[in-house]
């Protein structure tokens, strides 16, 4: 069956990197999987009044953003539909018109519709992120703001027996059946873990003939995601894949350790589920 993966292309207040359109078309040309850019043009509300206009000319920065918004998405697009089509990459564009305060919404409602959603780590694109992570239903692959290959064949699996790491072992099913090895990573001295279902996964992984491996660490006090990150970039994996814990109320989030971390600070691709 082939994947679909969405790429958002944002456009304001800070547009997405060409590297991230590079990642994501040459992802999608490994996987063999149609890439969908879905380009946001923003609208700013009008909340100018009398005072205000003495002050700033609000219309006329409303205007200018727009425009801004609107030139951008014409241009990351066409950026990315060249790329893909250079790697025969199976390609379709989108492009929503949102005011400015709703983006977040709109981009974790077009998301379900895909396999994965593909977003890179920068302070301007967080609040998407977690739309996207919580709302959205659908893993998000969140990439380093730098150049990746798009063979992801070494896969690292952030284990401790969670339903949440459970579910993004299983949303993570496209690399792991494609993977030439996976190591289970389990940080041994921050909570109790139960390792027989870890075992159960390496031995259901193994008879499908995948080169996997467990590996415990030990954090010392350090984050627990950091530590995960280190692990996994020690043994050169090419994707970490942890679930996403946390919850939302009144779009403030409570975040557990391991994610706040990773959302922080990132230094390899990292496969997301919640």
């Known amino acids: 069956m082939k994947r679909h993966i969405l790429l958002p292309l944002l456009t304001y207040p800070d547009a997405t990197s060409e590297t991230m359109i590079a990642n994501a078309v040459a992802l999608a040309h490994h996987m063999r999987a149609t890439l969908t850019v879905c380009a946001v043009e923003i609208s700013v509300p009008d909340v100018s009044n009398a005072l205000s206009s003495l002050i700033i000319d609000a219309a006329r920065m409303a205007r200018e953003a727009e425009a801004l918004s609107r030139k951008r998405a014409s241009v990351l697009t066409e950026i990315a539909v060249d790329q893909a089509k250079a790697a025969s990459v199976d390609v379709r564009s989108r492009r929503i018109k949102i005011e400015e305060p709703f983006v977040v919404e709109a981009l974790a409602e077009a998301s379900r519709a895909y396999d994965f959603v593909l977003l890179e780590s920068a302070d301007f694109s967080r609040p998407i992120v977690e739309a996207v992570l919580f709302g959205s239903g659908r893993p998000?692959?969140?990439?380093?703001?730098?150049?990746?290959?798009?063979?992801?064949?070494?896969?690292?699996?952030?284990?401790?027996?969670?339903?949440?790491?459970?579910?993004?072992a299983h949303d993570a099913s496209a690399f792991l059946e494609q993977a030439s090895k996976v190591h289970l990573?389990?940080?041994?001295d921050e909570k109790l873990i139960k390792f027989e279902t870890g075992d159960y996964l390496i031995e259901n992984l193994l008879k499908s003939g995948v080169m996997a491996e467990a590996m415990q660490v030990r954090a010392h006090g350090e984050p627990v995601g950091e530590v995960l990150q280190n692990k996994a970039f020690e043994v050169?994996?090419?994707?970490?894949?942890?679930?996403?814990?946390?919850?939302?109320?009144?779009?403030?989030?409570?975040?557990?350790?391991a994610t706040q971390a990773v959302l922080t600070s990132i230094t390899l691709p990292v496969l997301l589920s919640h």
Not at 148 to 162: C, L, N, Q
Not at 185 to 188: A, G, N, P, Q, R
Request: no cysteine.
């Open 236 to 257: 050169r994996a090419d994707l970490l894949v942890m679930g996403g814990f946390g919850h939302s109320r009144l779009r403030e989030f409570v975040l557990g350790g």
């Open 140 to 168: 998000l692959i969140l990439y380093p703001p730098a150049p990746f290959g798009g063979r992801m064949d070494h896969v690292a699996i952030a284990w401790d027996g969670s339903r949440a790491a459970a579910r993004a």
């Open 185 to 188: 990573l389990s940080v041994i």
